[in-house]
């Protein structure tokens, strides 16, 4: 989900319409006075704390003081990461994630003053494809119920310099709503996962996948693999004022691939509530992805708030590989208290996780913020 003030009618929702009207107001105030599946075995323990570790080797979370929607990527020895304005497209670059309070910032592209992609500019993606950079970000006319994902190019190699072309709208044929668009290549192939209403009343949130021709465009029917269906995917109550009163949320969707399987992480349950949380799906890496049935939903949440440690609706994830490939980390947003919902006082957050006997991912409970943990493998 993003936040940021918006001039809808509908309340706006990083994940759904709604929230992020809820998460404006939060920040408005802050700133006056951010199918059933298979039973999983028992988990290793993440090594995520680091202990009796020297200063120098370890950071704490957060690496921001705000930010939602984190993503990063890792290319030629540079960490490049990005997360919602709202108004534009900004880039972090750094040797080490873990210092990204430190790190090289540049806004590389600003929406135009008007037009289908000029307004709330939520949950940008940066990939490197086919020898280019391409980002990936949502974004609508003025108005949520025109939000749709937008494709930008640029050829050179390091993404904070060279000219960013606008590639155009990415979309199915039934150019329906849709957000939190995330491109993954497998068997040499591209897949385009994102959160989608089914037709053009805003309720519920599902998440879709279609196959890619090239990184802009979109050459197949898009697929449902994931709709809320458990009750710790539907918190999504926004009062009886509201309109729509309550929406389900599947939103978020990164996928993760690991052994002979394929992970699709997705984030449940609205934004604006402390329920956020992660899911999973599951698939073969031998199936059709493009076929519903080659998923499977796991009937509990993989990642969720923890009170004792003061991590609240934590979500909206992605993942990196240490710098000598030999760690896996989440990256996600949460937020400090209970109650402060889609907006400004979510930040961005790391941990390590590991991966369970059957080969699922483990990633344990969100560590509490000043936790000294030590920094990926191979940084410097």
């Keep these: 989900m993003t936040l940021l003030t918006s001039s809808r009618t509908l309340p706006p929702t990083r ?43 370890t950071f704490t979370n957060p690496l921001l003081p705000s930010g939602a929607d984190p993503w990063s990527i890792y290319h030629d020895g540079y960490y490049y990461y990005t997360h919602t304005t709202g108004r534009n497209i900004t880039l972090w670059k750094t040797k080490s ?21 000029s307004r709330e500019i939520w949950a940008p993606e940066l ?73 053009d009343v805003n309720g519920r949130q599902n998440i879709y996948l279609a196959h890619l021709k090239n990184p802009w465009t ?21 009062g009886a004022t509201s309109n729509p009163p309550h929406v389900d949320v599947n939103e978020g969707p990164e996928v993760l691939s690991h052994g002979n399987k394929l992970y699709l992480i997705y984030s449940a349950s609205g934004c604006w509530t ?23 939903k796991s009937p509990e949440p993989v990642f969720q708030a923890n009170p004792t440690n003061g991590v609240y609706a934590p979500g909206h994830n992605s993942f990196f590989k240490s710098p000598d490939g030999k760690q896996d980390w989440i990256l ?40 000294p943990l030590a920094r990926p493998s191979g940084e410097k």
């Design 127 to 199: 990939h490197y494809l086919r020898g280019k950079w391409y980002v990936y970000y949502a974004a609508d006319a003025g108005t949520n119920q025109t939000h749709r994902l937008w494709v930008l190019e640029n050829a050179s190699p390091d993404p904070l310099q060279g000219t960013w072309t606008d590639k155009g709208q990415l979309t199915d044929t039934t150019n329906k709503w849709a957000i939190d668009g995330s491109i993954f290549e497998h068997n040499k192939e591209l897949y385009m996962v994102w959160s989608g209403w089914e037709g």
């Design 15 to 57: 994940s759904i319409a709604p929230a992020r009207w809820l998460s404006s107001l939060l920040l408005s105030v802050a700133l006056l006075g951010g199918v059933g599946g298979c039973t999983r075995p028992a988990a290793t323990t993440p090594a995520d704390t680091a202990a009796a570790t020297a200063p120098e080797a």
């Design 332 to 371: 996600y947003h949460a937020n400090n208290q209970p109650g402060q919902g889609c907006g400004g006082f979510r930040s961005p957050r790391a941990q390590r996780f590991t991966w369970n006997t059957d080969g699922t991912p483990n990633f344990g409970v969100p560590v509490a913020t000043g936790t």
């Design 218 to 238: 979109v050459d197949g029917p898009r697929v449902l693999v994931s709709t809320p269906t458990y009750a710790w995917e539907k918190d999504g109550d926004l």
């Design 274 to 296: 402390d329920s956020y949380k992660l899911g999973m799906l599951t698939a073969s890496a031998k199936s059709d992805l493009t076929k519903p049935e080659s998923w499977t």
């Design 97 to 117: 994630l873990s210092q990204l309070g430190t790190a090289e910032k540049r806004v590389v592209w600003t929406p135009p003053a008007t037009g289908p992609n």
